[in-house]
Nanobody, 125 residues
């Protein structure tokens, strides 16, 4: 079992930056690819970014590519999402997730078996 706790959300103006953190506990952190997803009001949860177990590879949704950076510190059992040039359409609850045994397609929710409680990000225009 893996426990995930997100932090770092908040209210920011368009063009601003935030850094989300997700602290993991319970199992060996390096056994899991880690991802970030988000869910806006009235919409389905969508993939944002993922990083492989070592952190050597990262993948992004087209909507955030070039603005967001996912990275992990395996010594601290933490994954981060640095969000720059934020837009109002980035407003959502952001969730971190840990890969389930067996893995899968990195952009699919079904690939991840453990989820945090979410942190709200609100971007004002």
């Amino acid at each position: 079992q893996v426990q995930l706790v997100e932090s770092g959300g908040g209210l920011v103006q368009a063009g601003g930056s935030l850094r989300l953190s997700c602290a993991a506990s319970g199992r060996t952190f390096t056994n899991y690819a880690m991802g970030w997803f988000r869910q806006a009001p009235g919409k389905e949860r969508q993939f944002v970014a993922t990083t492989t177990r070592s952190g050597g590879s990262t993948y992004y949704a087209d909507s955030v590519k070039g603005r967001f950076t996912i990275y992990r510190d395996n010594a601290k059992n933490t994954v981060y999402l640095q969000m720059n040039s934020l837009k109002p359409e980035d407003t959502a609850v952001y969730y971190c997730a840990a890969e389930r045994p067996g893995g899968g397609v990195y952009s699919r929710e079904s690939t991840y078996g453990y989820w945090g409680q979410g942190t709200q990000v609100t971007v004002t225009s």
